[in-house]
């Protein structure tokens, strides 16, 4: 029996999204005959008092967790030494571990891509890299770390030798394929698969059935949400601001969901100033994001100018299975835009542009239902032709399998360069 090996510092039932998308990839590759082992982490990655168990079965998936590797998101340095010590501990059990096939790593923690490289150089065995961010650039980008620092050169050499090494490289979109391939002339072997939404545990719950829309006062409200990670990669300063124009308006809900850095200061900011239209929560259960996603009337999805082709737009996917039009917080040449032009499926706004956000939201406000339904309407039609689980899920197995079927076409083909203002 063929034996995959996974190294990744988040797994389920931690919510992150890397960890779910690997779940995916892990148990379906169970359901082809493989025996999967993955390595990850004993405690929460945004919350390190949530502690989970050391090993377990899950859906045939052996998943061995190690101690010392999360202490939260305090800080860089806090969150650097607790991946140094996933790592070296991954690092030293993946190199004991009997008769691996294949090796999947990501990008969590930044560097396992390299600790990836070493187990495959030593027990000389193909690893597939899926690469969900690139650093250093997220960190340069953001001002976190000087591009001629010794850390940032680092792992930009780290970063040449596991492209190197790699058989196979999965991005999530051509803007950052482009930026791979200004690191390494790698086009043989790269490969664009957008992550996928979770359309297996998501429904479009009516409002008036919704029992989170009761739960936390918005029955009747109009939700605008952002839900996920709240980074520097994904500033909301345009939606905040406008969220501040818009207090005179009683139907009009804000609603904040998830966690990171940018979170913590809008629970700050909500526990001093208590506005009336906005609601902050913190990441909610997989097996209850179906009645949390459905409770918006419009998502709102986020990347800085600086992160096209380092970070991706994922959140824009669960918006579009749930049949929810999507305000994208982004640049114009973004794989955001991207999707809103092709699809017809919401708005784009750059960042700044403070004053056409708060006109389109009184837009909306006086928008007919049936209207923004046939949005969401054409938002499920894009999942089900273009960004399917089942179909997205399928090229990356076949990735790991060594039998590619080709970069997803929606994305590689698609050189669309304008984009939406408008909807269809």
């Known amino acids: 029996m063929p034996k995959l090996l996974i190294i990744s510092q988040v797994y389920p039932p931690d919510p992150a999204a890397v960890g779910q998308q690997f779940a995916d990839a892990a148990e379906e ?47 860089i340095a806090v969150r650097l030494a607790a991946q140094v010590l996933f790592m070296a501990q991954a690092l030293l059990r993946a190199l004991v571990t009997p008769g691996p096939t294949a090796i999947l790593v990501s990008t969590s923690p930044p560097f396992a891509g390299f600790g990836g490289c070493l187990v495959s150089w030593l027990r000389r065995v193909p690893l597939v890299w899926w690469v969900m961010d690139i650093n250093p650039d997220q960190m340069v980008t953001s001002g976190r770390l000087s591009a001629r620092s010794l850390v940032a050169r680092m792992f ?51 409002h008036d059935a919704n029992p989170f829309r009761r739960q936390h006062g918005l029955t009747d409200s109009f939700v605008v949400m952002y839900s996920g990670n709240h980074g520097y990669s994904t500033p909301l300063d345009t939606l905040l601001e406008a969220a501040k124009r818009l207090r005179g308006e009683p139907r009009l809900k804000f609603v904040f969901i998830g966690g990171g850095v940018v979170k913590k200061e809008i629970d700050v900011m909500v526990a001093r100033e208590a506005p009336p239209n906005i609601l902050s929560l913190p990441y909610q259960p997989l097996a209850d994001i179906r009645y949390s996603l459905s409770a918006a009337d419009v998502h ?22 749930i049949g929810r039009p999507v305000i994208a917080l982004a ?26 956000l708060v006109a389109l939201l009184r837009e909306l406000l006086a928008t007919p239902g049936a209207e923004l339904a046939a ?13 399917s689980r089942d179909r997205l899920l399928a090229s990356v197995c076949d990735i790991i399998e060594g039998r590619p079927s080709g970069s997803h076409p929606a994305v590689e083909e698609r050189r669309t360069t304008g984009h939406s203002r408008q909807p269809a």
């Open 375 to 387: 949005m969401g309407q054409a938002a499920k039609e894009a999942v089900r032709e273009c960004y």
């Open 300 to 321: 709102v999805v986020s990347i800085a100018n600086e992160g096209v082709g380092i970070v991706h737009p994922c959140k824009v996917y669960g918006a579009l299975a």
């Open 331 to 356: 640049p114009a040449a973004s794989y955001a835009a991207d999707i809103l032009a092709e699809h017809r499926v919401g708005w784009l706004i750059e960042h700044g542009e403070v004053d056409r």
């Open 29 to 75: 590759m169970v359901r082809r005959g493989w025996q999967v082992q993955v390595w990850t982490s004993a405690r929460g990655y945004e919350d390190a008092s949530v502690r989970y168990p050391r090993r377990e079965l899950r859906a045939g998936v052996q998943v061995s967790r190690l101690a010392w590797s999360s202490f939260g998101k305090g800080s």
């Open 156 to 206: 930009d050499w780290m970063n040449l030798r596991t492209l190197r090494q790699s058989r196979d490289v999965i991005v999530l979109d051509r803007f950052m394929r482009d930026r791979i391939l200004q690191k390494a002339p790698v086009e043989e072997k790269l490969h664009v698969v957008p992550p996928w939404p979770h359309d297996n545990v998501l429904a479009d719950i009516p």
